[in-house]
């Protein structure tokens, strides 16, 4: 299939992710909505199989039955009760994809010489990998706070909000120095930002209490849709820009309707934990 | 200018997602956050192209793990959405009986 026939049943994938969406936010249309959506999925999906580019159908077809079974299988088991540390999980789940979509274009373009990636390419590389693993880390936590693996009480440790910091000067020191030498960063600086995102969202979500979880949730919910947006930069995929930046921006807008509903305010959920070192010290 | 024009699809598609989402009926909450968490796993379509793709053998390797985490993201999501808004149904019916 030529580029631009799969561009063009990308729109229509895009329109019905689109529609689905605001079909999933009325009661009346809700299973209808989530059925567009998943169909919206399912035409990407084919549309991308039928590629040019994919020479290899082998590690595509494993991973993608194997994916398919443990979610449908954790998807059916789960009880009721459980339903939001199931999607903390695939929450997490799709973080982790993001990260190594990141990762993996990393390798795109370089077949001869590394330095002709981009700066543009780089730093969306660097974002998704970055928000990707905070995604997947910090879901990690929320899950194990909810299914109470985890104390789900607001844990705040001694100068938190340095570590915090520190850890994010890093990644930003990190990113600069991959920018500024792209054909030195084959092999420890990624492994670098890859920790330092995992602990980045380990940060983020430790110090909020198990109360707040869901909204939490809603929030790394929209990361996730960002990673995919920033890994759709990366390697130049327009659908992944679009759903990822739409359950992106819906995500924060469901976050802060969440808030509203709880009686909370975003903010105050976020620094719960900052606030809390505070008034302890 | 292929960087622009990545931009202007970016921006259009953060107010389209801003503008989808306004009154939601708190039964709605979590449905939408799953049936939202479940699109943001179109970076599967990402991780078939890498995984498909002429790279090299690490690359793959990892692009395979993409594929097989999206994928989990993908399926449980749509599924789990479908379960819970199942559930709504069934108790709705017997209140619109009585």
Redesign the interface.
């Known amino acids: 299939m030529s580029v631009e026939l799969i561009g063009a049943v990308y729109i229509v994938s895009a329109i019905l992710?689109?529609y689905?969406?605001?079909l999933?936010?009325?009661?009346a249309t809700?299973?209808r909505?989530?059925?567009l959506?998943?169909l919206?999925?399912l035409v990407?999906?084919v549309v991308?199989?039928g590629?040019r580019?994919?020479?290899?159908?082998r590690?595509?077809g494993?991973?993608?039955t194997?994916?398919?079974l443990?979610?449908?299988i954790?998807?059916?088991r789960?009880a009721?009760t459980g339903?939001?540390e199931?999607?903390a999980l695939?929450?997490g789940?799709?973080g982790?994809?993001?990260l190594?979509?990141g990762?993996?274009?990393?390798?795109?373009g370089s077949g001869e010489d590394p330095s002709t990636q981009t700066a543009?390419t780089i730093v969306t590389i660097l974002l998704s990998i970055l928000i990707g693993g905070v995604t997947f880390s910090g879901s990690i936590v929320a899950w194990g706070k909810l299914a109470e693996t985890i104390p789900s009480r607001a844990i705040t440790l001694p100068g938190q909000q340095i570590i915090t910091l520190l850890l994010l000067i890093a990644s930003i020191g990190c990113g600069i120095a991959m920018v500024m030498q792209p054909e030195a960063w084959n092999a420890t600086l990624i492994y670098v930002v890859v920790a330092l995102s995992l602990l980045l969202g380990v940060m983020a979500v430790i110090p909020i209490g198990g109360a707040d979880m869901?909204v939490v949730?809603?929030l790394l919910?929209s990361y996730?849709?960002l990673?995919?947006?920033a890994?759709?930069?990366a390697?130049?995929?327009?659908?992944?820009?679009?759903?990822?930046?739409?359950?992106?921006?819906?995500?924060?807008?469901?976050t802060n309707?969440?808030c509203k509903?709880m009686n909370r305010s975003l903010s105050h959920v976020l620094f719960s934990g900052f606030t809390a070192t505070k008034s302890a010290t | 200018m292929e960087t622009v024009f990545l931009g202007f699809v970016l921006m259009l598609s953060i107010f389209l997602g801003f503008e989808l989402i306004s009154k939601v009926p708190a039964t709605l909450h979590t449905p939408l956050m799953s049936g939202a968490n479940a699109i943001s796993g179109i970076t599967v379509v990402g991780a078939i192209t890498l995984a498909g793709g002429p790279m090299a053998e690490w690359a793959t390797w990892l692009g395979a793990a993409a594929v097989f985490f999206a994928t989990v993201n993908v399926v449980g999501g749509y599924m789990v959405t479908d379960r819970m808004l199942g559930m709504f149904k069934t108790k709705e019916k017997p209140e619109v009986r009585s």
Do not use: H
């Open positions: 992710f689109i689905g969406l605001k999933l936010s009325s009661p809700a299973v909505g989530n059925q959506s998943a919206g999925m990407a999906i991308t199989l590629s580019e994919i020479i290899d159908f590690w595509i494993g991973a993608a194997l994916g398919a443990v979610g449908a954790a998807a059916r789960v009721m339903m939001p199931m999607v695939f929450n789940s799709g982790i994809a993001s190594l979509v990762w993996a274009a990393l390798d795109m543009f869901p949730i809603s919910n996730s849709g990673a995919a947006c890994a759709g930069l390697i130049n995929n327009t659908i992944l820009i679009v759903a990822g930046s739409l359950v992106g921006a819906a995500g924060i807008i469901l309707i969440m509903a």
